[in-house]
């Protein structure tokens, strides 16, 4: 990794994009970009299309080019990730437009999948493109030894999909990939919003809700103060101000949050015996920004009565470990070509 080492290391979320060049993270932008209606042409990547969400004229669409974790719209993906690099050599001039890089995928993707993303990441200037799956790269960052033969447990809860898989050894034992997490938590809440308080709420607001007081339990030791939504009623058009606490949001909440209790139970059930004797003792690692909802680590530690652990900066875990990959590329025999 020299001193202008072109090698770079990318998350490619549903929800955020998150570029890791010489050990840093130099780009960590929503996965969101704004078009030109017209002419299809980038007019804005990141954070920037993120604000103009749900604020658009005709003249311009807002997509999220992944969707539960793999690309929905192969040339909007391109596009965002083209953006993003762009913004980094404008950080950095001795960047050029070819280089080595190593781009997280989802453990249940299909070959079909793998193919768009690296199709899409060569597109975007990839020389040579290593993919790690998400999983592992989630156990790399939190700071396991993935080559070690001992097993370990890894959730990691994203804006698209649940990722639950054992590893040991250097390779997924166990895994299981579910469609649901962060972005289907932010439609329970605006589905309840609707339904119970008449209120209209878009997805930024649903998810200032559930950062403000989304929760996994009715009952937590230091509950936040209730949060006030602004929102238009559905019936008058009239302003409204309804004042929503974590214990309602933990209700709301319930269902999804079960199918994921219920995905880690079935993970654990297809685990060897001699790792899910590792597991017991070494617990399970949360990670993913889903890993950041209030009493999730408690309930599921509850539930199944193994400890649950939350990643000490789990929103950035898959990001680091993907740049551990990219500095390990001959080492890791499990990056993907």
Known sequence: MGLFSQDIAIDLGTANTIIIHNNKIVIDEPSVVALDTKTNKLVAVGEKAREMRGKVHEGIR?????????????????LMMRGLIKKLSAKNRWFSN??????????????????AVRDSSEHAGGREVYM????MAAA????????????????DIGGGTTEIAVISLGGIVSNKSIRIAGDDLTEDIIEHMRRVHNVKVGERTAELIKINVGSALTELANPPEEYIVHGPNQMTALPME???TYQEISHCLEKSISKIEAAVL??????????????VKNGVYLSGG???????????TDK????????????????????????????????KR
């Open 62 to 78: 807002t997509v999220r080019p992944l969707r539960d974790g793999v690309i929905g719209d192969f040339a909007a993906a391109e």
């Open 98 to 115: 070819s280089f080595k890089m190593v781009v997280c995928i989802p453990s249940g993707s299909t070959e079909v999948e793998i193919r």
């Open 290 to 300: 889903g890993a950041l909802l209030r009493g999730l680590d408690k309930r599921l």
């Open 140 to 155: 790399l960052g939190i700071g396991l030894d993935v080559l070690a033969p001992e097993g370990n447990m890894i959730v």
């Open 242 to 244: 309804v004042p929503v």
């Open 132 to 135: 790690i799956y998400e999983p």
């Open 304 to 335: 199944i009565g193994i400890q649950f652990h939350v990643a000490d900066d789990p929103l950035h875990a898959v990001a680091k470990g993907t740049g551990i990959a990219l500095k390990n590329i001959k080492h890791f025999k499990f990056l």
């Open 266 to 279: 079935s993970a654990l059930e297809q685990t060897p015996p001699e790792l899910y004797a590792d597991i």
